[in-house]
């Protein structure tokens, strides 16, 4: 592979760019893959052989040759199909739940309970931290479940795409998840790169590094404080304010990922039931935990002699992507039932249902797969590798965990991916947290912290990259504008990482417990939310307080 340096962040870091500024994802996501595909063809020698570069560019039809080879391969990557084909699936039942009226029945169940935006959003937040074992799960039925009632409630879809995406993949960091299987394979792999083979169980080692995962605990404490105090600040009070004044939940502008109501019309069911929400949905979770474990190896006989063991192993080998397929399926088969039993809609008119849930996705599909070919482009150019070999030349200790959650997070913003961060990182930063403590008890903390960096940086970087998966599926299940959500997102993801990433540096030159530390955090966040909400109200001329603010209607005030 041609050694690229510093120049292979410039695709990623131009496809973000492009689309923070133009607002226009699918175009700056192929313009970044394009530009890799010219510095590919060209290679490394631009300066020192410019007739030989020129020729190369030429030679790979102006770089458009790789381009395409990329998104190819990106989509026929055996993970990346199975998500599209989950996805398109997905599609299909949210528009059979909207059709049969599951939808309006939620909604207007939820809007008799929840009647005011703090409700609402602590609602939305307390969902996805009970759905806490897979965050493209989390991010489909949470969306899905409360985007008419926060609409109801005139919560604009950037916040309910922040609040979604933030218990998402946070929580499932945390739980028992797909994640969590995930991580656990890479410890295994740090210590393995390090020679090390007497070490702590794994498992172990995961418990131990939870604390250090600062900033997934500290983003979930953030949308609570965000929602409790019903306080703004950023681009998301200018958001808040829009919606709470106007009902206009997405700005006039804006290009929904993903909006039901306006490519399907009303549905067919005149009186909305809500089993035709609860029954569809318990149908997706029940089938994707249940394949979840069947895929693990998970068998009643095991469970009947050791049912800890069996259950830990179905959960730790599962192919989760291959069970959110046959449970989003499973959602779609539940509502042709629901539609046959009620003599709401024929087989036929669900089938055209099921096909027209496919075109919803196509937006996000279509990101998907262009956020998936810049991982191609970042994995032939060696970003990943280039940008971690910063982590190898620091030999400090105490600095190390901060350094790494930056590392962490830059790389998880340029390539997109934190699965892809954590899996280049761990077997390089453990290694280099052995070495530095000379083994041992010290080394074995070292690891515990460099492994919860790792996530939490990982994470971090994916709540401030519009090049993410889970940005992108967050948007489109709440029916948001994806640039909208990301920046109005990275004011309080920043917030959150520069409090994560202060912690890791009081814990590493005074040596703080992070268990007492991650309290003195939540308070620091409280702190700055006030303060923060209170300067940029104050700088605006505004209330901090959206709810404050009268509607165009004349209506009061939320409470």
């Known amino acids: 592979m041609a050694e690229f340096g510093a120049a292979s962040l410039i695709p990623p870091l131009l496809a973000i760019a ?70 398109l699936f997905l599609g299909s039942g949210v528009a059979m739940v909207w059709n049969l009226g599951g939808s309006y029945a939620i909604r207007d169940w939820a809007l008799a309970r929840l009647d005011t935006q703090r409700k609402g959003g602590l609602a939305i937040g307390a969902l996805g931290v009970i759905l806490f074992f897979d965050d493209y799960a989390n991010t489909a039925i949470v969306g899905s479940a409360m985007k008419d009632a926060s609409d109801r409630l005139r919560i604009s879809r950037e916040k309910l795409s922040y609040i979604v995406d933030s218990t998402a993949a946070p929580v499932a960091t945390l739980g028992i998840s797909s994640w969590v299987a995930f991580q656990l394979s890479l410890i295994d792999d740090g210590y393995e790169a390090a020679g090390v083979s007497d070490h702590p169980p794994v498992f172990e080692v995961f418990v131990n590094s939870v ?25 998301m009070l200018t958001a808040e304010r829009r919606a709470w004044t106007t009902g206009k939940v997405n700005r006039d502008d804006a290009r929904p990922m993903q909006d039901v109501a306006a490519e399907l019309g009303e549905p067919a069911a005149d009186h909305p039931r809500l089993i035709n929400f609860l029954g569809p949905v318990a149908v997706l979770v029940g089938v994707t935990i249940a394949t979840a474990l069947w895929t693990g190896g998970f068998t009643a006989s095991a469970f009947a002699s050791d049912p800890t063991g069996a259950l830990w192993s179905g959960v730790t080998n599962a192919a989760y992507d291959q069970a959110l397929m046959y449970g989003s399926f499973a959602m779609i088969v539940s509502g042709f039932v629901l539609g046959k039993l009620q003599g709401v809609v024929s087989l036929g008119e669900a089938t055209d249902t099921t096909i027209e849930g496919f075109g919803i996705m196509l937006t996000a599909i279509s990101i998907l797969a262009l956020a998936w070919g810049i991982g191609e482009v970042v994995n032939a150019l060696g970003t990943g590798e280039y940008v971690a070999g910063v982590a190898e030349s620091v030999v400090n200790p105490a600095i190390l965990p901060a350094l790494v959650v930056v590392i962490a997070a830059f790389m998880a913003f340029s390539t997109g991916t934190s699965w892809g961060t954590m899996g280049i990182l761990t077997p390089i930063v453990i290694p280099v947290a052995w070495t530095i403590t000379g083994g041992g008890a010290a080394g074995h903390t070292l690891v515990a912290a460099m492994v919860g960096a790792i996530f939490s940086g990982a994470i971090f970087g994916d709540h401030t990259s519009p ?76 209330d901090p307080i959206t709810a404050n603010a009268p509607r165009e209607n004349g209506e009061s005030a939320e409470e």
């Open 18 to 87: 492009l689309a923070i500024v133009t607002r226009k994802a699918v175009l700056s996501l192929f313009l970044g893959i394009w530009s890799g595909g010219i510095l590919q063809a060209g290679g490394p020698n631009l300066l020192s052989d410019p007739t030989g570069w020129a020729s190369g560019v030429v030679s790979a039809g102006f770089g458009f040759f790789p381009t395409f080879d990329w998104i190819i391969a990106a989509v026929s990557d055996e993970f990346h199909a199975t998500i599209i084909v989950f996805t």
């Open 211 to 235: 604390p250090f995962n600062m900033y997934s605990i500290l983003a979930i404490v953030m949308v609570f404080l965000i929602v409790g105090t019903r306080r703004d600040f950023g681009e």
């Open 467 to 542: 090049i993410s998966d889970t940005t992108v599926l967050s948007a489109t299940f709440t029916g948001a504008d994806l640039i909208d959500h990301v920046r109005t997102q990275l004011y309080y993801a920043v917030t959150v990482g520069v409090v994560a990433i202060a912690l890791l540096l009081v814990w590493g030159f005074v040596g703080i417990p992070p268990i007492v530390l991650l309290p003195i955090g939540a308070v620091v966040l409280v702190g700055l939310v006030y303060g923060l909400s209170e300067l940029d109200a104050r700088r605006r001329g505004v």
